[in-house]
T-cell receptor, first 112, second 111 residues
Framework: GAGVSQSPSNKVTEKGKDVELRCDPI?????LYWYRQSLGQGLEFLIY????????KSGLPSDRFSAERTGGSVSTLTIQRTQQEDSAVYLC??????????FGPGTRLTVL | RKEVEQDPGPFNVPEGATVAFNCTYS??????FFWYRQDCRKEPKLLMS???SGNEDGRFTAQLNRASQYISLLIRDSKLSDSATYLC????????????FGQGTTLQVKP
C-alpha cells in the first residue's frame, strides 16, 4: 500500500517568500505529524494533528509557521516570509493508534 | 538533561560483529519506545518497537529496562547494509502523540 507522500520533494525559494508544503498520510491514519531536520541535526517536532485538530502546536518556531489539516487527511505546512534559518528537510509522519510513526520522504527547503 | 540521550558514536565494526547501543530517557512516565533507522539524507524508518519483555526481529534484539530508564538495541552478525544512524525514540507523554527523538548513534560496518 502507499506510504506517506510529500510534495514538493525539493523547494528553493527566496528569502521573504511564502512556501506551502504538502503531506498525504497513509490512508486511515488519524494522527499526522510535522518535523524538521536541519543538516546533521536531530529531528525537531513542529506540530501534531489528531483528525483535523491540532492538540500540540508547541514546536512551531514562530508565528510565521502554520499548518492545517482538512478532511482528516492531507495537511499543509505554510511558512510565511521565509528566512534562511528555515532551510531544512521538513518531514511528515502519520500513525494509527498505538503504532510507531511512518515518515514521508520529506521536502528539502532551501531559502536563498 | 536531555529527554533522550544516545552516544552519537560512530561505532566502527567489522562485518559479522555484534554491536549494542544504549539509550537513556528522563521521563519515567514514557510508555512507548521505538528504534528507528535513518540512512544518510533519507527519512527515518521504523525498525522495531521495544517491549518490556524484550523482543527480537531476526538479527535485531531490543530491550527495555524501566527501572533504570534505558533501552537497548543489539545487532548480531552485522552486515554492510546495517550502516546507518539508529535513533532511540519514545512518546513524550501519553496524550500528545509527540515523539521524542534521540540524536542518534551512527554505525559503520566495514568489510
Amino acid at each position: 500500500g502507499a506510504g506517506v507522500s510529500q510534495s514538493p520533494s525539493n523547494k528553493v525559494t527566496e528569502k521573504g517568500k511564502d512556501v506551502e508544503l504538502r503531506c498525504d498520510p497513509i490512508s486511515g491514519h488519524t494522527a499526522l505529524y510535522w518535523y524538521r531536520q536541519s543538516l546533521g541535526q536531530g529531528l525537531e517536532f513542529l506540530i501534531y494533528f489528531q483528525g483535523n485538530s491540532a492538540p500540540d502546536k508547541s514546536g512551531l518556531p514562530s508565528d510565521r509557521f502554520s499548518a492545517e489539516r482538512t478532511g482528516g487527511s492531507v495537511s499543509t505546512l505554510t511558512i510565511q516570509r521565509t528566512q534562511q534559518e528555515d532551510s531544512a528537510v521538513y518531514l511528515c509522519a502519520s500513525s494509527s493508534t498505538g503504532t510507531g510513526q511512518f515518515f514521508g520522504p520529506g521536502t528539502r527547503l532551501t531559502v536563498l | 538533561r536531555k529527554e533522550v540521550e544516545q552516544d552519537p558514536g560512530p561505532f566502527n565494526v567489522p562485518e559479522g560483529a555484534t554491536v549494542a547501543f544504549n539509550c537513556t530517557y528522563s521521563n519515567s512516565a514514557s510508555q512507548s519506545f521505538f528504534w528507528y533507522r535513518q540512512d544518510c539524507r533519507k527519512e527515518p524508518k521504523l525498525l522495531m518497537s521495544v517491549y518490556s519483555s524484550g523482543n527480537e526481529d531476526g538479527r535485531f534484539t531490543a530491550q527495555l529496562n524501566r527501572a533504570s530508564q534505558y533501552i537497548s538495541l543489539l545487532i548480531r552478525d552485522s552486515k554492510l547494509s546495517d550502516s546507518a544512524t539508529y535513533l532511540c525514540v519514545l512518546y513524550g507523554s501519553s496524550n500528545t502523540g509527540k515523539l521524542i527523538f534521540g540524536q542518534g548513534t551512527t554505525l559503520q560496518v566495514k568489510p
